[in-house]
């Protein structure tokens, strides 16, 4: 938790943004895994922890755009709970903590939004994604729980992801801070990296490190041999030598803020040639998106570009043909790309995923593309200083998607089939770091650079 000033200055901000009105921001509840009382790990809503910053279950929060005035609501603990948790905070005492003079019991949360519609005042929340908050919702304001999403305000929405784009000092701070453990977590899993070994362990280990820091994952972990399926978190089998493990896993810091990195590497310790050529085109790509980030450029034009530099190695690889740029715009390339290049990061890995990602990503001068591949981008948008991205090419054998675009004759004519058949038991690489837009380019987060050469990886892996 930041000091208190802080929210209450990024609430005075909301307030600037919006017309009129109350914002409605309700905290997450506690999730059952199979019984009441043995939940899943407890996540705090994000825009709830930027606005109000308390991440344990059972609040909500007002504000007040019209009468300049916050409001927080929960419930104090009773003896029953003392017993089993032990003291704890007043709901005036935490309320206080986050710059919020007036609480009250939740049930009063209802009375005041009651008596707020009665005055045909608006009532702005955020699209639910928890079914609780919809029934909730359907309680508070009489929106039947199923359209609940369809009356989100489309107002806050917009004032919310400006304000949770640029990131602030104290956030960066603690985006480094996750890096940090990312770095530990990675650099792990390069040693531990060895013929005999299981996914299973491996990425068990990387969990209880994110933990060991008061930490959690900040999603579940992708470690897998099998990098041509681009989320794969099946860990279900034994390294073999002579393949790539490729691990996409990050770390939340205490604040919740988010990292996300990924590396591929040789098991064994040690990359083949066609590893080492395949490897070197990835790293070219990656390389390529830090050196063009930058404020006042748009992430889409970042992704073709890093886009023309995949074609151009594939090609010498002899797996593509023809001209570079013309197989770009045919989306040729996608056969071995077929996700974007980044996404906002922060208090969600996917940073207001919530919000809709055409909101995030994408504003009024760009717009999301129809084509594959290029229609899985994330993020789009002109690039500000503060905004904190990801960087994350890869190249990939899919040998159903190779099988359907041969047997459907799609991009023929920059794309040499024959030669891609021979790759179909590659699997695929991807490399990413998380990036901050400064006011003349960008930088990593985070204290140290988790190795990403080919010599930095290799020495690593066989010290």
């Not at 897998?224 to 493990?245: E, P, V």
Request: aromatic residues 8%; charged residues 25%.
């Amino acid at each position: 938790m930041f000091d208190s000033l802080i929210y209450k200055n990024r609430r005075r901000a909301l307030r600037q943004k919006m017309s009129s009105g109350l914002v409605l921001l309700l905290g997450n509840n506690e999730a059952p895994a199979n019984y009441p009382d043995n939940t899943y790990k407890f996540r705090q809503d994000s825009s709830f922890l930027y606005f109000f910053g308390l991440a344990d279950p059972g609040y909500a929060g007002i504000i007040d755009i019209d009468n300049d005035e916050d409001y927080f609501f929960g419930n104090d603990v009773d003896m029953d709970d003392i017993i089993w948790m032990g003291p704890q905070p007043t709901i005036k005492e935490l309320a206080a903590k986050v710059g919020v003079e007036k609480s009250f019991p939740f049930n009063q949360l209802k009375e005041m939004l009651d008596k707020a519609i009665a005055q045909h005042r608006k009532i702005h929340f955020i699209p639910p994604y928890r079914h609780d908050h919809m029934i909730l919702l359907e309680d508070l304001l009489g929106i039947r729980a199923s359209l609940t999403c369809n009356y989100a305000s489309k107002e806050l929405i917009k004032a919310i992801v400006d304000l949770r784009s640029i990131k602030e000092a104290c956030e960066i701070e603690e985006i480094d801070k996750a890096c940090n453990i990312g770095y530990e977590m990675h650099t792990t899993a390069m040693r531990l990296c060895k013929p005999g070994v299981s996914e299973h362990y491996i990425a068990g280990v990387l969990d209880g490190i994110a933990a060991s820091y008061g930490s959690q994952n900040s999603f579940a972990t992708i470690l897998t041999q099998n990098g041509q399926t681009l989320h794969n978190h099946d860990h279900s089998h034994i390294l073999q030598a002579g393949r790539l493990m490729l691990t996409d896993a990050g770390a939340e810091s205490v604040t919740n803020y988010c990292s996300d990195h990924t590396r591929t590497i040789p098991v064994g310790g040690k990359f083949s040639s066609r590893q080492r050529d395949v490897y070197s085109i990835v790293l070219a790509c990656h390389d390529k998106a830090l050196e063009l980030a930058r404020p006042g450029v748009t992430y889409m034009s970042v992704h073709l570009e890093v886009c023309k530099v995949l074609a151009q190695g594939m090609k010498d690889l002899g797996l593509m043909k023809g001209n570079t740029d013309d197989a770009v715009a045919a989306g040729a390339h996608a056969l071995f790309l077929p996700h974007g290049l980044g996404h906002m990061m922060g208090l969600d890995v996917h940073d207001m995923e919530n919000l809709g990602q055409i909101n995030v990503g994408y504003d009024e001068e760009t717009r999301p593309s129809d084509q594959f591949g290029l229609a899985s981008l994330r993020m789009g948008r002109r690039l500000q200083e503060g905004f904190v991205i990801t960087d994350e090419p890869g190249c990939y054998f899919i040998p159903a998607l190779i099988d359907k675009w041969r047997a459907e004759k799609i991009n023929t004519d920059f794309l040499n089939f024959d030669a891609i058949d021979g790759f179909k038991d590659f699997g695929g690489i991807r490399l990413e770091d998380d990036i901050l837009i400064t006011s003349n380019g960008s930088r990593f987060t985070g204290e140290k650079h988790i190795p990403i050469t080919i010599e930095e990886v290799e020495a690593i892996m066989n010290e």
